[in-house]
């Protein structure tokens, strides 16, 4: 058995602890209605030490990062907020531009985490993280990630950024897919990358069978335990999407427990990939 109490960890190599379990953004700010749940949702995620905010320029085209500023008004030192450029707006000077009409809708002068969204090949790498670097360096972005990069592609990142190194990669990650096992993970874990699983439950997916039998003796529900083991390895966070603030709250209350070996070899076996 091995205990987990805390909900933080070291992220990668940045020497910062992040929130394990956060809080996605996609589809926040689409729809004018649902703008103060969104808010309210975020905020109370924040209360509960989902720190981790994830968004992106793309998601509500700047609108998910609106709702965001929103949410962390007057409380932005408590949030750690990632957000992404998209591939099409990263050459060297799309990315700075890019960053800082992010800086501008989330209503701070930095973020902690800057991103590649995917690798496109639009734009050369090389003039996609000189602009990173210079962000760093700068002091608009903390640190610097890629999201949905294979091993070769977060090698040629690497290799581009020169003496700063790559904090994370963000791909898909939930029992369904755990097509990163096999390279994306071992790599990550070897260069002391996090790896941030985005889609864990995807997209609110039912859970059935050694989950949900699991979830049932230790009190819990079957999407904490599915987190729960999303994260069970140091350089693994999760990044789940809530507007409810039920979600939100069974999404914060899945590390306050434990999965014995034998839980996580069930859970494995059943979702091989
Ligand atoms: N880098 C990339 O390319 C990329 C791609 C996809 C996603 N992402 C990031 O990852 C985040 C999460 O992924 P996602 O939004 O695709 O999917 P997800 O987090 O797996 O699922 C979100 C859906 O699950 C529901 N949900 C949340 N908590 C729940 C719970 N405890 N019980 C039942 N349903 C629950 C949500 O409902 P409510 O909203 O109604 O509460 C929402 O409909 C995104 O929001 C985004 O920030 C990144």
Redo the contacts with the bound molecule.
């Keep these: 058995m091995y205990t987990r109490r805390v909900i933080s960890r070291p992220f990668g190599i940045t020497g910062v602890e992040a929130a394990v379990v956060g809080q996605?953004?996609?589809?926040m700010g689409e729809d004018r209605k649902l703008r103060k749940d969104e808010i309210a949702a975020l905020s109370f995620g924040l209360d509960l030490g989902l720190t981790h905010i994830?968004?992106a320029e793309m998601y509500a085209d700047g609108g998910a990062e609106e709702i965001v500023a929103e949410a962390v008004a007057g409380r932005r030192h408590e949030a750690f907020i990632a957000t992404?450029v998209m591939p099409s707006n990263a050459s060297y000077r799309g990315t700075i531009e890019a960053c800082e009409r992010s800086l501008k809708r989330l209503r701070t002068d930095h973020v902690d985490l800057y991103l590649l969204?995917?690798w496109s090949g639009r734009h050369a790498i090389a003039d996609t993280m000189r602009a990173m670097a210079e962000l760093c360096a700068a002091g608009k972005t903390r640190f610097v990630g890629v999201?949905?990069l294979d091993v070769a592609q977060m090698e040629a990142a690497q290799g581009a950024l020169g003496g700063i190194r790559l904090a994370c990669n963000?791909v898909l990650y939930?029992l369904r897919d755990r097509a990163i096992e096999t390279d994306v993970l071992p790599h990550c874990e070897r260069e002391r990358m996090a790896v941030v699983g985005?889609?864990?439950?995807?997209?609110?997916g039912f859970m059935r069978g050694t989950v949900a039998d699991i979830a049932k003796r230790l009190g819990k529900t079957p999407?904490q335990v599915a987190l729960n083991f999303l994260t069970r390895r140091p350089a693994l966070f999760t990044?789940?999407?809530?507007?409810?603030p039920e979600?939100v709250r069974?999404?914060a209350g899945a590390l306050d427990f434990t999965l014995t070996p034998e839980d996580l070899s069930a859970v494995d076996a059943e979702y091989r990939s």
Aim: hydrophobic share 25%; glycine share 6%; charged share 25%.
């Design positions: 996605g953004t996609w589809h994830d968004t992404k969204h995917w999201s949905n963000q939930h985005y889609t864990p439950l995807a997209r609110g999407r990044i789940p999407k809530a507007a409810r979600h069974e999404n």
